[in-house]
Nanobody, 124 residues
Framework: QVQLLESGGGLVQPGGSLRLSCVCS????????MGWFRQAPGKEREFVGT????????YYADSVKGRFTISRDNAKNTTYLQMNSLKPEDTAVYYC?????????????????WGQGTQVTVSS
């Protein structure tokens, strides 16, 4: 059984930073791309960032480019999302997802397994 467990969410002031983690179990983590998505109240789930199996390729949504960094540690079956210069509009539930293939992709349909999500709230 594949499980993805996110952690690291919380309340942070505008301009602050958080690092989300996602541990994957139940499938060979290093074989697959990983992605981060987010969903704000009343909105569709949207793409945030993705990383290929080796970590050599990453892509980001324009809204987070230059502020967020995705990385992975295949030895620990973990992917990370470092979020800097946070804005109130970054407030959402953040989900990690494990891909169908090894290449990085923005498409939700290319992810097979999803975590339960972790809440990120950016507010003063």
């Amino acid at each position: 059984q594949v499980q993805l467990l996110e952690s690291g969410g919380g309340l942070v002031q505008p301009g602050g930073s958080l690092r989300l983690s996602c541990v994957c179990s139940g499938r060979p983590f290093s074989n697959y791309a990983m992605g981060w998505f987010r969903q704000a109240p009343g909105k569709e789930r949207e793409f945030v960032g993705t990383i290929s199996w080796s970590g050599s390729n990453t892509y980001y949504a324009d809204s987070v480019k230059g502020r967020f960094t995705i990385s992975r540690d295949n030895a620990k079956n973990t992917t990370y999302l470092q979020m800097n210069s946070l804005k109130p509009e970054d407030t959402a539930v953040y989900y990690c997802a494990s891909g169908r293939n090894y290449w990085a992709t923005r498409m939700r349909s290319e992810y097979m397994y999803w975590g339960q999500g972790t809440q990120v709230t950016v507010s003063s």
